[in-house]
């Protein structure tokens, strides 16, 4: 029996793992997510620190073990190496729970809510550290889990999918304490009420009626816009081979023709790379282009760009053409923002043996600005994002401060075969839409081809006649998109404002629970206060809280628990 019990905590580890890969696709067990937490958190109830970082380590290894496994479609170093790496991210929490719960107990529902309010921060705090460390990873944070959940995503107009990562965490640990609560030492049941899960699922039904109100007004002053998707589907074995380079060219005129034989199209939208070569300097490639549209509509064509440099190499782009009705380009848009191993290989000028572990011969370039591009005649403005850039925030709030109103997602997800990787992908692109109020849609070589409301509803999903996505063919939509004179939203105009303050915020709380857990006495718990108050006093203790405030560091959930602990310290030495 005593074996079993050492072994609790790690199933509990493995099984959090689980129900938080669950949550995400293929399975999309959305309602998971509001739970996986539990149980690592009821293991941890007990933990020392080495327990602690490793429990956190061990479910955030499953966790990206099975929610990147498309990974392997490309490298399993990578995938190994990613998954670990970002499994890292979970310790932080795993450490602040362990040591919240070893330092004050789970026996006053005061203290209760300040760990309850206080994790999310932890948690949201380190998500954003991986989204922005080293270029970033921001891949599968945890609001993304909710991305078809409408209602719960509107709050990501506020502060960012971090937001929603906020709040399921939120319910996470208020499920968790409640637990807790219910479990006395000896193992007796109390049953009474808990304001723990009371003030948790209060701030969800907020969130939800308050996402739900929204959503009623996404499609006032707006203007509609036709827009015909092209994909391809090129395999990734074939689309830089020379034999296949006539198939290439055949599918992109057959299914373009098609769609200008329709008509009433304001564009016409090509994947990201879908011409095989450097389109400003192929003949080949710019004749194609030029023979269709000068039939009268645009084309957005995703292609590779070079440049010639005085006494430097050759620079590679992954770049979008707008091509106007005369044939000429219009405006360009380089990348900015490339793939690690993917699109370039870091310090491969100085390691050259690191070339040998990626999918890629040579490196791309990194564009400097974004572009609003004008779609003519009406010039409605609307930016590119090609493939993972997407998945990056900022990218998407900066060209609609600059003027965007939609967005065009450019992608070749043929790199994961049939896999999740496609549906996590365009999971991402819901949130761009619902941060910025702003409609998108996607056009993938394989992939999800797809347009996106304001609200982060998805439609008119391109399917082939097996309702299979990995097919060639077009698809025809029509986009809601809001006036130039649109008021931003609070996250567009203030940014990860939620991410940046959290992590702030989670050093200073990890730092304030680990110090009162040194002080703790095995003999007197109460002298935990005691400690902490002799050695700060009441007074010092309210200026620290007030000075990590101003820091933007803690937040009001933060000074609640501060002044919350003030009182102790001056109960205790009275």
């Known amino acids: 029996m005593l074996q079993f019990q050492r072994i609790i905590p790690w199933i509990g580890a493995l099984c959090s793992g689980l129900l938080l890969a669950a949550s995400f696709p293929p399975l999309e067990w959305k309602d998971a997510a509001w739970i996986s937490f539990v149980p690592l958190i009821l293991g941890l109830r007990g933990a020392d620190y080495r327990q602690a970082v490793r429990l956190g380590f061990i479910s955030g290894t499953v966790f990206w073990l099975f929610s990147i496994h498309w990974l392997t479609h490309v490298t399993y170093i990578g995938w190994m190496a990613l998954s670990l790496y970002c499994a890292i991210y979970f310790v932080p929490f795993s450490i602040f729970v362990s040591r919240w719960i070893h330092g004050l107990g789970t026996k006053r529902w005061v203290r209760n809510l300040g760990l309850m309010l206080s994790a999310p921060i932890v948690w949201v705090g380190f998500e954003y550290v991986r989204s922005v460390l080293f270029t970033g990873f921001a891949w599968n944070t945890l609001g993304v889990s909710q991305y078809t959940n409408i209602p719960i995503i509107q709050w990501a107009a506020w502060g960012g999918v971090y937001a929603v990562s906020a709040v399921i965490m939120l319910i996470n640990m208020a499920i968790g304490l409640t637990i807790f609560r219910y479990l006395n030492l000896d193992g007796r049941w109390q049953r009474q009420m808990h304001p723990e899960l009371m003030m948790g699922f209060l701030i969800l039904a907020c969130v939800f009626l ?260 990995l097919a060639s063919g077009f698809k025809i939509t029509q986009l809601a998109v809001p006036m130039k004179t649109m008021s931003l939203t609070f996250y567009t105009q203030y940014g990860d404002w939620v991410g940046f303050f959290a992590a702030l915020a989670s050093c200073l709380l990890l730092s304030f629970v680990v110090r009162i857990t040194s002080q703790k006495s095995k003999d007197r718990p109460e002298s935990v206060s005691y400690r902490f108050g002799r050695r700060f006093g009441a007074q010092k203790l309210k200026t620290f809280s007030l000075r990590c405030s101003l820091l933007g560091g803690l937040g009001p959930a933060s000074i609640t628990l501060m002044n919350f602990l003030s009182v102790q310290v001056r109960f205790t030495l009275i």
């Open 210 to 469: 308050l996402g739900w109100r929204s959503i009623q007004n996404d499609h006032r002053d707006t203007e509609p816009v036709r827009i015909g998707l092209v994909q391809p589907n090129i395999p990734q074995s074939d689309k830089w081979t020379e034999a296949y380079t006539d198939e290439i060219y055949d599918r992109l005129k057959t299914l373009t023709d098609i769609l200008i034989g329709i008509g009433s199209l304001d564009i016409i939208v090509w994947p990201e790379t879908a011409v095989p070569d450097y389109i400003r300097s192929s003949k080949t490639s710019y004749d194609l282009v030029y023979n269709l549209v000068t039939n009268g509509t645009p084309i957005l064509v995703g292609s590779m760009d070079l440049q010639w440099q005085d006494d430097e190499p050759l620079a590679y782009y992954n770049s979008s053409f707008l091509f106007g009705s005369d044939g000429t380009i219009l405006q360009h848009y380089d990348k900015q923002h490339l793939v690690m191993f993917g699109e370039y290989t870091p310090l491969n000028r100085w390691l050259p043996f690191i070339d040998a572990f990626t999918p890629i011969d040579g490196n791309f370039t990194a564009g400097t600005t974004g572009t609003v591009f004008k779609l003519p005649p009406q010039n409605l403005l609307f930016s590119a994002l090609i493939c993972f850039e997407d998945t990056i925030a900022s990218a998407a709030r900066h060209m609609v401060i600059a003027g965007a109103r939609f967005l065009i997602n450019q992608t070749n997800d043929a790199w994961f075969d049939v896999s999740s990787g496609s549906k996590q992908h365009m999971a991402h692109c819901v949130f761009r839409c619902v941060e910025n109020r702003v409609p998108a849609v996607r056009c993938a070589n394989t992939g999800i081809t797809c347009a996106i409301d304001r609200s982060g509803r998805i439609y008119d999903v391109f399917e082939g006649p097996n309702g299979n996505t």
